[in-house]
């Protein structure tokens, strides 16, 4: 006989810890380095170079700030109870998703052009 | 009383119509996730292989005699990329159909679906880690230009 539903739930929760553990540590990470980088723009040693670093903590702040959303709400998915809550889960998807989309055009897009270039250049 | 426990232990595995269009909703991200994963993927490898063309631009030499202008460290990080968004769209598209049946015609979740979903939350969690902490380790690495 098949398990109820919430126990066959139980594994797609603790995957779903251990990703959302990775979003949310990640995202700390790059929030640090962007607190980082907005106090080295401060520094007296960088006076001429401070726009540069405001620039690095830009965009240090937005890919985390985007990760970290779905990283919670997987991580709450994760939470026991008795309901399933996959609203959370759709919402999270969603999010993650938007993340994805814009890695995947960015390398993808990148990966093509960069290959491409080297690939004419070469002189056979 | 045992068609009320037979009606309970339904209600207890049957997804209602919230449920559905909630999972349905997954689903469908899942497809725009796995499509952009295959870029993620191709992009890694091809940024990988334009490292390794540059650093022997005269000529493709496969001998692996790389002169000095070749880059390990981003050489790695694209690489990886690439190979653990291959797998992790390979999983994604492993699990759309099961939930799709799933969702659409049991009406509930079966073990098989939650496992290719696991598998999918496993490598997606492995390629999202593996471009942090690498850029991590690079960052403190280098750390001297920046500070």
Redesign the interface.
């Known amino acids: 006989m098949?398990?109820?539903?919430?126990e066959?739930?139980q594994?797609?929760r603790?995957?779903?810890i251990?990703?959302g553990l990775?979003?949310v540590?990640?995202s700390f990470?790059?929030l640090g380095?962007g607190t980082?980088?907005i106090y080295?723009s401060f520094?007296p040693k960088f006076e001429y170079e401070s726009e540069i670093?405001v620039f690095?903590a830009v965009l240090f702040f937005i890919p985390s700030l985007l990760?970290l959303l779905p990283g919670l709400l997987i991580l709450r998915f994760s939470r026991k109870g008795n309901n399933?809550n996959?609203?959370t889960?759709?919402t999270s998807?969603?999010t993650?998703?938007i993340c994805?989309?814009i890695?995947?055009?960015l390398?993808?897009?990148?990966?093509?052009i960069?290959?491409i270039?080297?690939?004419l250049?070469?002189?056979? | 009383m045992d068609i009320l426990d037979l009606d309970i232990?339904n209600e207890?595995?049957d997804?209602n119509n919230k449920?559905v269009s909630?999972?349905n909703?997954?689903r469908h991200?899942?497809v725009?996730?796995a499509?952009?994963?295959?870029?993620?993927g191709?992009?890694?490898?091809?940024?990988a292989?334009?490292i390794l063309?540059?650093a022997n631009?005269?000529?493709?030499d496969w001998d692996m005699r790389f002169s000095e202008a070749f880059e390990l460290e981003p050489f790695i990080l694209?690489g990886g990329?690439?190979v653990l968004?291959s797998i992790a769209a390979v999983f994604c598209f492993r699990a759309i159909p099961l939930l799709r049946k799933s969702i659409s015609e049991l009406r509930?979740?079966?073990?098989q679906t939650?496992?290719a979903?696991?598998q999918f939350?496993?490598s997606?969690?492995a390629l999202?880690?593996f471009?942090?902490?690498y850029v991590?380790y690079l960052?403190v690495k280098h750390s001297s230009q920046?500070?």
């Open positions: 098949e398990k109820p539903l919430i066959r739930m594994p797609l603790d995957s779903a251990i990703l990775v979003l540590v990640g990470i790059g380095f980082w980088q080295a520094h670093h690095l990760l399933y996959f609203r889960l759709k998807y969603i993650l998703t994805i989309v890695g995947g055009a390398i993808g897009i990148g990966g093509f960069f290959f270039e080297e690939i250049r070469i002189r056979l | 232990e207890e595995n997804l449920h909630e999972l909703v997954a991200t899942l725009v996730k499509i952009f994963l295959v870029l993620i191709l992009g890694g490898i091809l940024l292989a334009g063309v540059s631009r005269r000529s493709v694209f990329l690439g968004g509930t979740i079966n073990e939650t496992r979903i696991n939350h496993y997606l969690a999202f880690g471009g942090f902490f991590t960052i920046f500070l």
